[in-house]
C-alpha cells in the first residue's frame, strides 16, 4: 500500500538563521602600563585561531609582559592553543612572560589533559595595576 506523499513533507523547510564565526567568540586586547592583557570570550577555537594570530604577533612584537583572562572563553580549541603556546615561546625568548590573569576551569582542564598546564602558570598577585 503506498502512502500519499504530502504537500507539508515535499516543502523545503525555511533556512534556520546562522550566527556567523565572529559572534560566538572574540579575542581582544587590553594594554595596560605595565602589561598587556589578553581576553578571550566564547568559543575560542579553529575560527578564532586566525583572529587570536593577528593579536599574538602584534603581542610578541610589542615585547611586554602578557597576561590571558579566558574566564569568559566556553572553550579554547588546539588551533587557539598552538596559537598560545608559539606567543609563550616568544615571550619566553623575549625574556617576558605570559601567565593567565582569570582562570577557567573548563580551560584548566583540557590543558591539564594535554600535559600543556605548565605553559599557562598563573599570574601572581603582584600589587601593580596593568
Same mark, same amino acid.
Given at each position: 500500500m503506498q502512502m500519499p @506523499?504530502? &504537500?507539508s513533507w515535499c516543502t523545503p523547510e525555511a533556512? /534556520?538563521?546562522t550566527t556567523s564565526p565572529q559572534d560566538l567568540f572574540q579575542v581582544a586586547v587590553r594594554p595596560?602600563? %605595565?602589561?598587556?592583557l589578553l581576553v578571550l570570550t566564547g568559543q575560542v577555537d579553529l575560527d578564532a585561531? *586566525?583572529?587570536l594570530r593577528g593579536q599574538a604577533v602584534e %603581542?610578541?612584537?610589542r615585547a611586554r609582559p602578557v597576561e590571558i583572562d579566558?574566564?569568559?572563553a566556553e572553550h579554547v580549541g588546539p588551533s587557539a592553543v598552538q596559537v598560545?603556546?608559539? %606567543? *609563550?615561546a616568544a615571550m619566553t625568548a623575549g625574556g617576558h612572560t605570559l601567565e593567565v590573569r582569570s582562570d577557567n576551569p573548563r580551560v584548566r582542564g583540557f590543558l &591539564? %589533559? *594535554?600535559? @600543556? *598546564?605548565?605553559?599557562?602558570?598563573?599570574? &601572581? &598577585?603582584?600589587? /601593580?595595576t596593568s
Open positions: @506523499l504530502s &504537500e533556512p /534556520e538563521a595596560g602600563g %605595565l602589561r598587556d585561531a *586566525a583572529q %603581542l610578541a612584537a579566558w574566564s569568559g598560545l603556546l608559539a %606567543l *609563550a &591539564e %589533559l *594535554a600535559g @600543556l *598546564a605548565s605553559h599557562f602558570p598563573m599570574a &601572581e &598577585e603582584k600589587g /601593580e
